[in-house]
């Protein structure tokens, strides 16, 4: 399975981005092969609802699931239609690497919040929207 994770620059000690759409760049993790490439956010330029760019390069390079601070509720239909997982990440001062190395365990992704597709039928822990620390 392929995983992105968007990023706020192209270095791996870079922080994960809080927002999906105005990322810098993507890092796609492919957890069969182990290899991991980088592609700039191609909607970074575009004023108003980028969803649609970003979703469809994912789709093109067969990302399953995402990984993101936050997601637009544009963007959220658009991966929900194409059976990408979102998974919210509430610790945006988490590195990108930081993110792999939870990955490279057994995929493991505990602590970050799932929705969108889990096998067969979506999971949803908790409202989308912005991340709000239980006090």
Sequence with gaps: MKTAIAASGTNPDTKIDHHFGKC???????????????????AK?????????IVNELVERDVKRVIAGDFGTNVQQL?????????????DQM??????ELLSKRN??????????EGKIPHIRR????????N
């Design 79 to 91: 991966l929900n239609k194409q059976q990408i997982q979102m998974i919210i990440h509430p610790d």
């Design 108 to 117: 493991n992704v505990s602590g970050m919040n799932h929705t969108g597709p």
């Design 24 to 42: 810098a760049c993507f890092f796609i993790i492919d957890e069969i092969t182990g290899k991991t490439e980088i592609f700039e956010n191609p």
């Design 45 to 53: 330029t575009i004023h108003g609802c980028k969803g649609d760019v």
């Design 95 to 100: 590195s990108v690497f930081d993110i792999i």
């Design 127 to 134: 409202k989308l929207g912005p991340y709000k620390k239980n």
